[in-house]
Protein backbone atom coordinates (compact mmCIF):
# COMPACT_ATOMS: atom_id res chain seq x y z
CA UNK A 1 0.00 0.00 0.00
CA UNK A 2 1.40 3.08 -1.24
CA UNK A 3 1.35 6.36 1.38
CA UNK A 4 1.43 9.51 0.07
CA UNK A 5 2.04 12.33 2.16
CA UNK A 6 0.75 16.00 1.54
CA UNK A 7 2.20 19.11 3.16
CA UNK A 8 -0.50 21.21 4.72
CA UNK A 9 -0.16 24.76 6.18
CA UNK A 10 -2.19 25.45 9.00
CA UNK A 11 -2.19 29.12 9.65
CA UNK A 12 -4.08 30.46 12.58
CA UNK A 13 -3.47 27.16 14.38
CA UNK A 14 -3.13 29.18 17.69
CA UNK A 15 -6.75 30.16 17.59
CA UNK A 16 -10.03 28.22 19.01
CA UNK A 17 -10.85 26.79 15.14
CA UNK A 18 -7.02 26.26 13.64
CA UNK A 19 -6.12 24.53 17.06
CA UNK A 20 -9.08 22.22 18.52
CA UNK A 21 -11.35 21.56 15.25
CA UNK A 22 -8.46 21.65 12.46
CA UNK A 23 -5.15 20.47 13.53
CA UNK A 24 -6.45 18.43 16.86
CA UNK A 25 -10.01 17.13 15.91
CA UNK A 26 -9.25 17.13 12.18
CA UNK A 27 -5.47 16.43 10.55
CA UNK A 28 -3.77 14.42 13.75
CA UNK A 29 -7.40 12.47 14.13
CA UNK A 30 -7.13 11.65 10.41
CA UNK A 31 -3.54 10.48 11.02
CA UNK A 32 -4.44 8.43 14.31
CA UNK A 33 -7.13 6.44 12.23
CA UNK A 34 -4.39 5.38 9.68
CA UNK A 35 -4.97 8.63 7.06
CA UNK A 36 -7.44 8.50 4.40
CA UNK A 37 -7.66 6.05 1.65
CA UNK A 38 -8.40 6.37 -1.59
CA UNK A 39 -10.09 4.03 -3.72
CA UNK A 40 -6.66 2.82 -5.41
CA UNK A 41 -5.66 1.54 -1.87
CA UNK A 42 -3.36 5.00 -1.39
CA UNK A 43 -3.14 6.38 1.29
CA UNK A 44 -2.85 10.10 2.22
CA UNK A 45 -1.42 11.16 5.47
CA UNK A 46 -1.56 14.91 6.18
CA UNK A 47 1.73 16.73 7.28
CA UNK A 48 1.13 19.84 9.07
CA UNK A 49 3.02 23.01 8.79
CA UNK A 50 2.05 25.05 11.68
CA UNK A 51 1.77 28.71 10.94
CA UNK A 52 1.41 31.80 13.04
CA UNK A 53 2.37 34.96 14.59
CA UNK A 54 4.04 33.64 18.06
CA UNK A 55 7.15 31.66 18.42
CA UNK A 56 6.51 30.41 21.79
CA UNK A 57 2.64 29.73 20.79
CA UNK A 58 3.74 27.40 17.70
CA UNK A 59 6.73 25.60 19.52
CA UNK A 60 4.77 24.66 22.18
CA UNK A 61 1.72 23.22 20.26
CA UNK A 62 4.28 21.42 17.80
CA UNK A 63 6.06 19.83 21.00
CA UNK A 64 2.61 18.75 22.52
CA UNK A 65 1.83 17.09 19.31
CA UNK A 66 5.69 15.94 18.41
CA UNK A 67 5.05 18.10 15.08
CA UNK A 68 8.49 19.18 13.64
CA UNK A 69 7.36 21.93 11.17
CA UNK A 70 6.24 25.23 12.01
CA UNK A 71 7.24 28.70 11.26
CA UNK A 72 6.39 32.94 11.78
CA UNK A 73 7.03 33.50 8.20
CA UNK A 74 4.38 32.32 5.20
CA UNK A 75 6.04 33.66 2.65
CA UNK A 76 8.70 30.73 2.93
CA UNK A 77 6.15 28.13 4.01
CA UNK A 78 4.44 28.72 1.01
CA UNK A 79 7.64 28.43 -0.96
CA UNK A 80 8.19 24.90 -0.06
CA UNK A 81 7.48 22.18 -2.72
CA UNK A 82 6.52 19.78 -0.43
CA UNK A 83 3.38 21.80 0.85
CA UNK A 84 0.55 21.56 -1.53
CA UNK A 85 -2.92 22.74 0.83
CA UNK A 86 -2.58 26.17 2.22
CA UNK A 87 -5.44 26.55 4.71
CA UNK A 88 -6.77 29.62 6.70
CA UNK A 89 -8.18 29.67 10.38
CA UNK A 90 -6.89 33.50 11.03
CA UNK A 91 -8.91 36.06 11.82
CA UNK A 92 -11.52 36.66 9.34
CA UNK A 93 -9.74 40.42 8.38
CA UNK A 94 -6.28 38.60 7.65
CA UNK A 95 -7.70 35.90 5.40
CA UNK A 96 -8.15 37.42 1.89
CA UNK A 97 -4.49 38.87 1.51
CA UNK A 98 -3.25 35.30 2.82
CA UNK A 99 -5.64 33.67 0.09
CA UNK A 100 -4.14 36.02 -2.31
CA UNK A 101 -0.43 34.41 -1.87
CA UNK A 102 -1.41 31.16 -1.49
CA UNK A 103 -3.13 31.47 -5.00
CA UNK A 104 -0.03 33.08 -6.11
CA UNK A 105 2.01 30.36 -5.02
CA UNK A 106 0.26 27.66 -6.89
CA UNK A 107 -1.42 25.81 -3.55
CA UNK A 108 -4.55 24.56 -3.48
CA UNK A 109 -6.78 25.87 -0.76
CA UNK A 110 -8.98 25.20 2.41
CA UNK A 111 -10.45 27.71 4.51
CA UNK A 112 -12.47 29.01 7.63
CA UNK A 113 -15.74 30.68 6.57
CA UNK A 114 -16.40 33.88 5.75
CA UNK A 115 -14.19 33.32 2.69
CA UNK A 116 -13.82 37.10 2.69
CA UNK A 117 -15.10 40.42 4.41
CA UNK A 118 -17.54 41.42 1.21
CA UNK A 119 -18.92 39.77 -1.64
CA UNK A 120 -16.71 41.38 -4.58
CA UNK A 121 -13.78 40.17 -2.25
CA UNK A 122 -15.06 36.56 -2.16
CA UNK A 123 -16.04 36.51 -5.97
CA UNK A 124 -12.83 37.69 -6.76
CA UNK A 125 -10.82 34.82 -4.97
CA UNK A 126 -12.68 32.43 -6.44
CA UNK A 127 -11.92 33.90 -9.72
CA UNK A 128 -8.47 33.68 -9.11
CA UNK A 129 -8.09 30.53 -7.93
CA UNK A 130 -9.84 29.14 -10.75
CA UNK A 131 -7.98 31.03 -13.42
CA UNK A 132 -4.73 29.87 -11.14
CA UNK A 133 -6.28 25.97 -11.74
CA UNK A 134 -6.04 25.57 -7.86
CA UNK A 135 -8.55 23.62 -5.67
CA UNK A 136 -10.92 25.14 -3.33
CA UNK A 137 -12.81 24.71 -0.57
CA UNK A 138 -14.68 26.73 2.43
CA UNK A 139 -15.66 25.04 5.67
CA UNK A 140 -19.17 23.84 6.02
CA UNK A 141 -19.45 21.94 9.08
CA UNK A 142 -22.71 21.90 10.03
CA UNK A 143 -23.82 19.79 7.02
CA UNK A 144 -21.70 16.95 8.61
CA UNK A 145 -23.47 17.38 12.07
CA UNK A 146 -25.64 14.25 12.97
CA UNK A 147 -28.67 16.14 13.78
CA UNK A 148 -28.59 17.96 10.50
CA UNK A 149 -27.58 14.94 8.55
CA UNK A 150 -30.69 12.97 10.01
CA UNK A 151 -32.70 16.42 9.22
CA UNK A 152 -31.60 15.50 5.78
CA UNK A 153 -32.08 12.14 5.21
CA UNK A 154 -35.75 13.09 6.17
CA UNK A 155 -35.87 15.71 3.49
CA UNK A 156 -34.42 13.09 0.77
CA UNK A 157 -36.95 10.38 1.85
CA UNK A 158 -39.55 13.14 1.72
CA UNK A 159 -40.69 12.63 5.29
CA UNK A 160 -42.42 16.28 5.26
CA UNK A 161 -44.37 16.55 2.21
CA UNK A 162 -44.80 19.73 1.17
CA UNK A 163 -41.77 21.69 3.46
CA UNK A 164 -43.94 25.40 4.53
CA UNK A 165 -41.39 26.66 7.00
CA UNK A 166 -38.08 26.72 8.60
CA UNK A 167 -37.66 28.50 12.09
CA UNK A 168 -34.17 27.94 13.94
CA UNK A 169 -32.75 28.99 17.38
CA UNK A 170 -28.80 29.83 17.54
CA UNK A 171 -27.58 30.87 20.40
CA UNK A 172 -26.62 31.29 24.14
CA UNK A 173 -25.20 33.60 26.78
CA UNK A 174 -21.58 34.76 25.79
CA UNK A 175 -20.44 36.65 29.04
CA UNK A 176 -19.42 40.01 28.64
CA UNK A 177 -16.25 39.66 30.65
CA UNK A 178 -16.37 41.65 33.81
CA UNK A 179 -17.23 39.25 36.51
CA UNK A 180 -16.36 35.97 34.21
CA UNK A 181 -13.91 36.31 31.48
CA UNK A 182 -16.08 36.29 27.77
CA UNK A 183 -15.74 32.45 26.19
CA UNK A 184 -15.56 33.69 22.48
CA UNK A 185 -12.24 36.34 21.17
CA UNK A 186 -13.25 39.98 21.84
CA UNK A 187 -12.67 40.51 17.87
CA UNK A 188 -16.55 39.04 17.35
CA UNK A 189 -17.54 41.93 18.61
CA UNK A 190 -15.80 44.76 17.12
CA UNK A 191 -16.87 45.41 13.64
CA UNK A 192 -13.67 47.00 12.91
CA UNK A 193 -11.99 43.71 13.61
CA UNK A 194 -13.99 41.63 11.36
CA UNK A 195 -16.75 41.42 13.63
CA UNK A 196 -20.19 40.40 13.86
CA UNK A 197 -22.97 37.90 14.43
CA UNK A 198 -24.55 38.16 10.68
CA UNK A 199 -21.05 38.00 9.08
CA UNK A 200 -20.23 35.10 11.20
CA UNK A 201 -23.47 32.80 11.53
CA UNK A 202 -25.53 33.91 7.97
CA UNK A 203 -22.54 31.70 5.96
CA UNK A 204 -23.48 29.06 8.14
CA UNK A 205 -27.43 29.97 7.60
CA UNK A 206 -26.51 29.82 3.56
CA UNK A 207 -25.31 26.44 3.45
CA UNK A 208 -27.61 24.89 5.64
CA UNK A 209 -30.43 26.29 3.82
CA UNK A 210 -29.76 25.90 0.52
CA UNK A 211 -28.12 21.97 0.79
CA UNK A 212 -31.79 21.27 2.94
CA UNK A 213 -34.39 22.89 1.20
CA UNK A 214 -33.56 25.30 -1.20
CA UNK A 215 -32.36 28.72 -2.69
CA UNK A 216 -32.61 31.69 -0.84
CA UNK A 217 -34.29 34.31 -2.82
CA UNK A 218 -34.92 37.57 -0.15
CA UNK A 219 -33.91 38.10 2.92
CA UNK A 220 -35.32 40.50 5.75
CA UNK A 221 -33.02 41.07 8.68
CA UNK A 222 -33.14 43.32 11.98
CA UNK A 223 -29.68 43.30 14.14
CA UNK A 224 -28.72 44.88 17.48
CA UNK A 225 -26.28 45.56 20.18
CA UNK A 226 -27.59 44.36 22.68
CA UNK A 227 -24.86 44.77 25.01
CA UNK A 228 -23.24 48.10 23.74
CA UNK A 229 -19.91 47.39 25.66
CA UNK A 230 -17.83 44.33 26.85
CA UNK A 231 -14.34 43.55 28.19
CA UNK A 232 -11.74 42.20 26.17
CA UNK A 233 -8.45 39.24 27.24
CA UNK A 234 -6.70 42.11 28.99
CA UNK A 235 -9.53 43.02 31.22
CA UNK A 236 -10.51 46.45 29.00
CA UNK A 237 -13.98 47.87 28.48
CA UNK A 238 -13.84 47.99 25.10
CA UNK A 239 -17.09 49.51 22.76
CA UNK A 240 -18.74 46.75 20.51
CA UNK A 241 -19.80 48.24 17.57
CA UNK A 242 -20.84 45.00 15.89
CA UNK A 243 -24.28 43.39 15.84
CA UNK A 244 -24.55 40.80 18.33
CA UNK A 245 -28.09 39.50 17.49
CA UNK A 246 -29.86 39.48 14.12
CA UNK A 247 -33.19 38.51 13.75
CA UNK A 248 -33.66 37.06 10.06
CA UNK A 249 -36.46 35.89 7.51
CA UNK A 250 -35.67 33.96 4.30
CA UNK A 251 -37.72 33.55 1.46
CA UNK A 252 -36.72 29.98 -0.12
CA UNK A 253 -37.39 28.47 -3.41
CA UNK A 254 -40.67 26.54 -3.24
CA UNK A 255 -42.39 29.26 -0.93
CA UNK A 256 -40.27 28.15 2.19
CA UNK A 257 -39.86 30.72 4.88
CA UNK A 258 -37.25 30.24 7.26
CA UNK A 259 -37.04 31.96 10.23
CA UNK A 260 -33.59 32.41 12.13
CA UNK A 261 -32.69 33.81 15.18
CA UNK A 262 -28.60 34.32 16.23
CA UNK A 263 -27.86 35.74 19.23
CA UNK A 264 -25.17 35.78 21.53
CA UNK A 265 -27.50 37.29 24.42
CA UNK A 266 -29.54 34.54 25.05
CA UNK A 267 -29.80 32.16 28.28
CA UNK A 268 -30.54 28.21 26.63
CA UNK A 269 -33.93 26.78 27.31
CA UNK A 270 -33.75 24.31 23.98
CA UNK A 271 -32.16 20.91 24.17
CA UNK A 272 -28.85 22.31 22.13
CA UNK A 273 -27.42 25.40 20.82
CA UNK A 274 -29.14 25.43 17.84
CA UNK A 275 -31.82 23.76 16.97
CA UNK A 276 -34.03 23.63 13.45
CA UNK A 277 -37.99 23.02 13.35
CA UNK A 278 -39.20 22.10 10.16
CA UNK A 279 -43.27 22.06 9.45
CA UNK A 280 -44.35 20.15 6.36
CA UNK A 281 -47.78 19.36 5.10
CA UNK A 282 -46.71 15.21 5.96
CA UNK A 283 -44.89 15.92 9.04
CA UNK A 284 -42.46 18.23 11.55
CA UNK A 285 -38.80 17.60 12.68
CA UNK A 286 -36.83 19.59 15.26
CA UNK A 287 -33.14 18.41 14.38
CA UNK A 288 -29.56 20.13 16.46
CA UNK A 289 -26.67 19.16 16.45
CA UNK A 290 -27.12 15.72 17.25
CA UNK A 291 -30.85 14.64 17.67
CA UNK A 292 -33.49 15.04 15.31
CA UNK A 293 -37.24 14.42 16.79
CA UNK A 294 -39.77 13.65 14.69
CA UNK A 295 -43.65 13.95 14.40
CA UNK A 296 -45.91 12.70 12.00
CA UNK A 297 -49.73 13.67 10.55
CA UNK A 298 -50.79 10.71 11.99
CA UNK A 299 -49.97 10.80 15.13
CA UNK A 300 -50.07 15.13 15.40
CA UNK A 301 -52.29 15.76 18.66
CA UNK A 302 -55.29 18.34 18.52
CA UNK A 303 -54.55 21.10 20.76
CA UNK A 304 -57.55 23.62 22.07
CA UNK A 305 -56.63 26.95 22.67
CA UNK A 306 -57.99 27.68 26.33
CA UNK A 307 -55.71 29.90 28.81
CA UNK A 308 -57.96 28.70 31.49
CA UNK A 309 -56.76 25.34 32.05
CA UNK A 310 -53.55 24.16 32.47
CA UNK A 311 -52.16 22.31 29.36
CA UNK A 312 -53.61 18.50 29.45
CA UNK A 313 -50.82 17.39 26.97
CA UNK A 314 -46.88 16.62 27.30
CA UNK A 315 -46.23 17.56 23.83
CA UNK A 316 -42.54 17.28 24.29
CA UNK A 317 -43.16 13.57 24.94
CA UNK A 318 -45.39 12.94 21.56
CA UNK A 319 -42.34 13.30 19.25
CA UNK A 320 -39.97 10.32 18.33
CA UNK A 321 -36.26 10.08 18.04
CA UNK A 322 -35.04 9.51 14.50
CA UNK A 323 -32.20 6.47 15.19
CA UNK A 324 -28.40 7.30 14.34
CA UNK A 325 -28.36 4.26 11.92
CA UNK A 326 -24.81 4.85 11.15
CA UNK A 327 -21.52 6.39 12.82
CA UNK A 328 -21.09 10.04 12.57
CA UNK A 329 -17.80 11.36 12.97
CA UNK A 330 -16.50 14.75 13.52
CA UNK A 331 -17.80 17.24 10.92
CA UNK A 332 -14.67 19.16 11.26
CA UNK A 333 -12.52 16.18 10.31
CA UNK A 334 -15.63 14.15 7.68
CA UNK A 335 -15.12 17.51 5.52
CA UNK A 336 -11.25 17.50 5.44
CA UNK A 337 -11.28 13.98 4.61
CA UNK A 338 -13.53 14.69 1.49
CA UNK A 339 -11.55 18.27 0.49
CA UNK A 340 -8.26 15.86 0.62
CA UNK A 341 -9.62 12.74 -1.62
CA UNK A 342 -11.21 16.02 -3.94
CA UNK A 343 -7.30 17.67 -3.99
CA UNK A 344 -5.34 13.92 -4.50
CA UNK A 345 -7.54 12.38 -6.40
CA UNK A 346 -10.41 14.91 -7.92
CA UNK A 347 -13.27 13.03 -6.47
CA UNK A 348 -15.88 15.79 -6.30
CA UNK A 349 -16.37 18.64 -3.62
CA UNK A 350 -18.99 20.99 -4.01
CA UNK A 351 -17.99 23.16 -1.37
CA UNK A 352 -15.70 25.55 -2.98
CA UNK A 353 -15.21 29.12 -3.44
CA UNK A 354 -18.08 30.02 -5.17
CA UNK A 355 -20.32 28.40 -2.20
CA UNK A 356 -18.22 30.26 0.16
CA UNK A 357 -18.66 33.87 -1.71
CA UNK A 358 -22.45 32.73 -1.54
CA UNK A 359 -22.14 32.62 2.02
CA UNK A 360 -20.75 35.95 2.07
CA UNK A 361 -23.17 37.30 -0.12
CA UNK A 362 -25.90 36.32 2.08
CA UNK A 363 -24.48 38.22 5.19
CA UNK A 364 -23.56 41.26 2.90
CA UNK A 365 -27.07 41.96 2.27
CA UNK A 366 -28.75 40.54 5.09
CA UNK A 367 -26.92 43.53 6.65
CA UNK A 368 -27.96 45.65 4.21
CA UNK A 369 -31.54 44.87 4.86
CA UNK A 370 -31.14 45.50 8.46
CA UNK A 371 -28.99 49.24 7.34
CA UNK A 372 -31.92 50.02 4.98
CA UNK A 373 -34.98 48.45 6.92
CA UNK A 374 -36.27 46.34 4.15
CA UNK A 375 -36.16 42.93 2.22
CA UNK A 376 -33.28 42.52 -0.15
CA UNK A 377 -33.91 40.00 -2.99
CA UNK A 378 -30.24 37.69 -3.15
CA UNK A 379 -29.11 37.81 -7.51
CA UNK A 380 -28.08 34.50 -8.14
CA UNK A 381 -23.61 34.79 -7.98
CA UNK A 382 -21.45 32.93 -10.47
CA UNK A 383 -18.45 32.58 -10.86
N1 LIG B 1 -16.81 26.91 11.29
C1 LIG B 1 -17.15 27.37 12.48
O1 LIG B 1 -18.07 26.87 13.12
C2 LIG B 1 -16.42 28.53 13.06
C3 LIG B 1 -16.58 28.84 14.43
C4 LIG B 1 -15.86 29.91 14.96
C5 LIG B 1 -15.03 30.66 14.15
N2 LIG B 1 -14.92 30.35 12.83
C6 LIG B 1 -14.03 31.14 11.94
O2 LIG B 1 -12.69 30.79 12.23
C7 LIG B 1 -11.84 31.94 12.15
C8 LIG B 1 -11.03 32.06 13.46
O3 LIG B 1 -11.91 32.22 14.54
P1 LIG B 1 -11.49 31.82 16.04
O4 LIG B 1 -12.74 31.85 16.82
O5 LIG B 1 -10.65 30.59 16.01
O6 LIG B 1 -10.61 33.09 16.43
P2 LIG B 1 -9.32 33.19 17.40
O7 LIG B 1 -9.25 34.62 17.80
O8 LIG B 1 -9.38 32.15 18.47
O9 LIG B 1 -8.09 32.81 16.46
C9 LIG B 1 -7.65 33.67 15.45
C10 LIG B 1 -6.31 33.24 14.89
O10 LIG B 1 -5.90 34.23 13.93
C11 LIG B 1 -4.57 34.64 14.23
N3 LIG B 1 -4.35 36.02 13.76
C12 LIG B 1 -3.67 36.34 12.63
N4 LIG B 1 -3.62 37.67 12.48
C13 LIG B 1 -4.27 38.21 13.51
C14 LIG B 1 -4.55 39.55 13.90
N5 LIG B 1 -4.12 40.58 13.17
N6 LIG B 1 -5.27 39.74 15.02
C15 LIG B 1 -5.72 38.70 15.76
N7 LIG B 1 -5.46 37.40 15.43
C16 LIG B 1 -4.75 37.17 14.33
C17 LIG B 1 -4.45 34.44 15.72
O11 LIG B 1 -3.11 34.35 16.08
C18 LIG B 1 -5.20 33.14 15.93
O12 LIG B 1 -4.36 32.04 15.59
C19 LIG B 1 -12.75 33.12 11.85
O13 LIG B 1 -12.69 33.44 10.50
C20 LIG B 1 -14.15 32.64 12.20
O14 LIG B 1 -15.16 33.21 11.37
C21 LIG B 1 -15.59 29.30 12.29
Excluded at 28 to 35: F, M
Excluded at 267 to 290: C, H, I, K, N, P
Aim: aromatic share 10%; net charge negative.
Amino acid sequence: MTRRSIGIIVNGVTGRMGYRQHLVRSLLAIRESGGVTLADGTTVWPEPVLVGRNETKLREIAERHGLTEWTTDLTAALARDDVQIYFDAQVTQQREKAIRQAIEAGKHIYTEKPLAEDTAAALDLARAADAAGVRTGVVQDKLFLPGLRKLKRLVDGGFFGRILSVRGEFGYWVFEGDWQPAQRPSWNYRAEDGGGIVVDMFPHWHYVLEELFGRVRAVSCVTATHVPERVDEAGQVYPATADDAAYAVFELDGGIIAQINSSWNVRVYRDELVEFQVDGTEGSAVAGLRNCRVQHRAVTPKPVWNPDLPATEDFRAQWAEVPDNEEFDNGFKVQWEAYLRHVVAGEPFRWDFLAGARGVQLAELGLRSAREGGRVEVPELRS
